[in-house]
């Protein structure tokens, strides 16, 4: 490369002495500085060439919605402000929902959009009032599966001392 800039150097230097415009005494000065004005050059387009390359082999990484909900907040990937959830009515002023919210950001259907805190925190409730157990079917369930396992329960003791025979042997 630098073969290359030093016979561009030496043909712009001798073009400008053909034309007259430089008197051939200046040429070691007029050599030294076309040189490093091209080497200049030269560097630019090397870092420009670069960063079109690297643009080119790595796009713009699509945003992460994960590092959005975090434990305390959940980031608005719309406007970027934290909040402890992001309500139907924030994401309406954005023109969007709960489901196209999460389309468009490619986020699972099943994530909640809040923080985790509040998330752990909802389910913490849920699973400690259990108001499924309350539902008449589910207490049925339960009974029937009560009955269920005091009738099997005989085979399960012989084949517990069984194991404890063998482990004994
Ligand atoms: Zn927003």
New binding site residues.
Partial sequence: MSQTLLEMTKDLVMAQIQAKTLPPEDMHQALQQTYASLQALKAQEDAYGSVAVATLETPPKPIDWRKSVTKHVVT?L????SLKQ?SVR??K??GLDGRSYREKYRIPRTQPLAAKEVTAKRQEIVQRSRPWEKAPTFVKAQEEKKREEAAVAPKKRTAQRKGTARAKA
Avoid: T
Avoid at 78 to 81: L, T
């Fill in positions: 608005c719309e406007c970027g402000v992001l924030h994401l002023e954005h």
